[in-house]
């Protein structure tokens, strides 16, 4: 395996980083010590290279299995851009590039191969694969590969006869939404042999989730969109229908929009795609067709128009929102109807056992919907990962959340009117119906059924209708009643409601939504407004020369951070997230004269926090950090804790950092003698205490990444006690959350797309 040091440099150079996020380095070193490897990583948490490094540092080819041409094409240009001879194969080539490309890859020309699943298992393939020098089978999105999951291929299933074809090679398969079923149905169907999980936090901290109920839905949209001019985002719509019905509205109302759905014409779909990526189509109004082959970094929101199917498919495509760590937003319009449509569409599922993994998550994405919880304490839970903190501020529950009031007596009116509906027809209604009945609706179908004939018809005027179908919901959140999914959602008394009618228990509800407004976004992380928009300019006008999306030029949170350092010469440029060697010969000099151009005409900006915060933190310190800091407490030191859990030294800096940042003791004293200690604090006082790479160039690198990490959290300015460290994680993250984004997105970027050069 590569030196630590090495696997850091390489980061670096190729990718413009100073350091991995979360499990990265974990799943790299597990890679290259040969072992296979599962890595479950959150949408935005770097997957990409987790394969893309090892291949630099080991011999042999990488073949990257990958579910989506426009995927392949994005990845392989970024990777070219970096100086790293990549290519693909897939049907958008001609057969005359298909055969040039494999007689490059017989001459040892490129170092990754990105290949659709369908073809890696032809048998014309796997013998032309068999002659070539592979190092590693990385399966991308290995999710597809479950019938449990929400995006099963059978084309993915196929990939179960990989392992019998190639039985030494290691294979690394990587996905960033799997539950614990689909977990384990991915390692069984690829037959990985002792593999090394590294499974990373599902939270997505700069996501803001809000739901609301379907009121207006179209104008409930424009609404929204209006109050954010300019910026990118995804509508999905349920149908086809639906995606260019609301497309066609969007632009009628001078919103540049446009749909997306698999029965477009490809060349359509392409050219929605293209303008979308490159910020020529701020709104793309989709299917769920329309994201797993989207790398765009800087989409700021992400509107469900209708309700999703699933908890899983909610959160891969709120996934798409934010992934270059700035803030953003995802919105749901619910509706019952919604609900019951979907299961109705559950029920005509032949395949027994589908039908029933369809319905659970059906019932699932519900019971979120219509709750009063955190939804991110709900959804984190949905995969298995708890989340502690009483609010995330990051949520309409949590952000404003509902007064409660003494509803015993509309609670009893509810309960008693579907009792009363069911003894009345022999079957029970939903809850829409229920409603109706309670505010005296004179329907069609209420008369029908006779409902208007009980002693609840006409009973609850003090509500409106939709007043008291918010009521129903409620019920149905707390337990007092359930959906029967046998019979469209009809609502039941369970045991619980049942003696809370006869026993006239008492019961608080949530204030009843009137407001269907949805809150505008946090702002961005403070910069140079004027120079972001001429920096933003100019990464258009050098993308759009090289015919690639915008965002792969730098991304937006590149560009914020030249904003606020205003770099005037290579060595600061370096110091942006995200410039590497490549980035820095190709672009350096344009976006460094732009700058001085700017302070030529202006004057320099300054900002109260000079310093973003330094560390990407999650929600809780983890086992794995926990475990770290136990054994040092017990004396143990990093190199013997290292050794003892077969991680990097740096890896174990990481840890305390993270526990340092959290407000536990971590005692330096250890790691570092008193003059260090100052000869450190001088170096970082000297470059600035955000600037790791610099303070350790300044020291002539005669220190450790990770320990210097760990001194700044220790020492740094920022250095908060346990108390305040809390008190600040249950502060709103607009502006904190943000900032720290500007110092850690981890979003590549792409230069121009020379022809592919020799290994």
């Excluded at 196929?158 to 390692?187: C, H, N, S, W, Y």
């Excluded at 502006?735 to 792409?750: F, I, N, Q, V, W």
Aim: proline letters at 5%; a neutral charge; glycine letters at 8%.
């Amino acid at each position: 395996m590569q030196a630590t040091t090495s696997i850091l440099d390489a980061l670096k150079e190729h990718f413009g980083y100073d350091s991995f996020l979360p499990h990265q380095e974990e799943v790299i070193s597990d890679s290259l010590a040969g072992r296979d490897v599962f890595a479950l990583l959150p949408t935005g948490g770097g997957k990409s290279i987790c394969y893309q490094l090892p291949a630099l540092l080991r011999p042999g080819l990488t073949v990257v299995v990958s579910p989506l041409i426009a995927l392949m094409k994005d990845q392989v240009d970024a990777l070219r851009a970096t100086g790293i001879a990549a290519t693909f194969i897939n049907s958008s080539l001609s057969y005359g590039e298909q055969h040039q490309r494999g007689r490059e890859l017989l001459a040892g020309d490129y170092r990754l191969l990105y290949i659709a699943p369908e073809r890696m298992m032809q048998p014309s393939f796997l013998t032309f694969l068999r002659r070539l020098d592979i190092g590693l089978i990385a399966i991308d999105e290995a999710h597809c590969i479950s019938e449990w999951g929400h995006d099963f291929r059978p084309e993915y299933r196929q990939l179960a006869g990989l392992r019998p074809q190639f039985p030494k090679t290691p294979v690394m398969a990587l996905t960033a939404t799997a539950t614990e079923r689909v977990r384990g149905d991915i390692l069984e169907q690829l037959r990985l042999k002792d593999p090394a999980v590294h499974v990373g936090s599902f939270n997505r901290r700069n996501l803001t989730y809000h739901v609301r109920p379907k009121k207006g839905a179209y104008d409930q949209l424009l609404a929204f969109i209006k109050q954010r001019p300019g910026e990118s985002g995804i509508v999905y719509c349920h149908t086809r229908r639906g995606a260019e019905s609301v497309a066609g509205h969007l632009a009628d109302d001078g919103v540049r929009a446009a749909p997306y759905h698999a029965g477009m014409a490809p060349r359509d779909r392409a050219r929605t795609q293209e303008g979308f990526t490159r910020d020529d189509l701020p709104i793309v109004c989709a299917t769920v067709a329309f994201g797993m082959g989207i790398n765009k970094s800087n989409v700021r929101f992400v509107f469900h128009y209708d309700m999703p199917k699933s908890m899983e498919g909610y959160h891969q495509e709120t996934g798409r929102a934010g992934r270059d760590g700035l803030p953003a937003e995802c919105v749901m319009l619910y509706s019952a109807g919604d609900a019951v449509k979907y299961g109705q569409f559950v029920d005509e599922t032949q395949d027994p056992a589908l039908r029933e993994a369809a319905r659970e998550q059906l019932n699932r994405i519900v019971s979120y919907s219509e709750s009063r919880e955190c939804r991110r304490r709900q959804m984190l839970a949905y995969f298995g990962e708890a989340y502690d903190a009483e609010n995330c501020n990051g949520c309409d529950n949590c952000l404003a959340p509902r007064p409660t009031f003494d509803g015993t007596e509309g609670v009893r009116k509810f309960l008693s009117c579907v009792f009363r509906i069911r003894e009345k027809s022999g079957f029970s209604f939903g809850i829409t119906h229920v409603a109706a009945v309670l505010a005296g609706s004179t329907s069609e179908k209420v008369r029908r059924f006779g409902h208007h004939e009980i002693s609840a018809f006409g009973a609850g005027k003090e509500y409106t209708q939709a007043g008291w179908a918010d009521v129903g919901r409620q019920l149905v959140a707390m337990g007092l009643l359930r959906q029967n999914p046998a019979r469209m959602n009809a609502v039941e008394l369970t045991e619980e409601g049942m003696a809370t009618l006869q026993e006239h228990r008492h019961v608080a509800l949530a204030e009843l939504r009137r407001d269907q407004a949805v809150a505008v976004s946090a702002d961005l992380p403070p910069c140079d407004e004027t120079l972001f928009e001429r920096l933003r300019a100019l990464r258009k006008t050098l993308a759009d020369e090289r015919g690639v999306a915008a965002y792969m030029v730098f991304s937006d949170v590149a560009l914020r951070q030249m904003s606020r350092q205003y770099p005037a010469d290579e060595s600061a440029f370096t110091r942006i997230s995200g410039v590497g060697a490549s980035k820095l010969q190709e672009f350096g000099a344009r976006f460094i004269a732009e700058i001085a151009a700017h302070l030529r005409a202006g004057g320099r900006q300054t900002f109260e926090d000079e310093a973003p915060p330094y560390s990407v933190r999650t929600d809780r310190l983890g086992e794995t950090a926990r475990d770290t800091l136990r054994r040092f407490r017990l004396g143990h030191s990093v190199e013997a804790i290292a050794h003892e859990r077969g991680l990097a030294s740096s890896t174990i800096f990481g840890h305390l950092a993270i526990a340092a940042e959290w407000g536990e003791p971590v005692d330096i004293d250890r790691l570092l003698a008193a003059d260090q200690q100052q000869q450190i604090a001088a170096a970082f006082s000297a470059v600035g205490w955000a600037n790791v790479t610099g303070t350790r160039e300044r020291l002539d690198n005669a220190y450790d990444y990770g320990l210097l990490k760990l001194y700044r959290a220790v020492k740094g300015p920022r250095a908060k006690d346990a108390a305040t460290a809390t008190a600040e994680e249950s502060a709103s993250p607009s502006a904190r959350d943000l900032r720290k984004a500007e110092s850690h997105s981890r979003s590549p970027g792409l230069a121009p797309s020379p022809a592919v050069p020799p290994a």
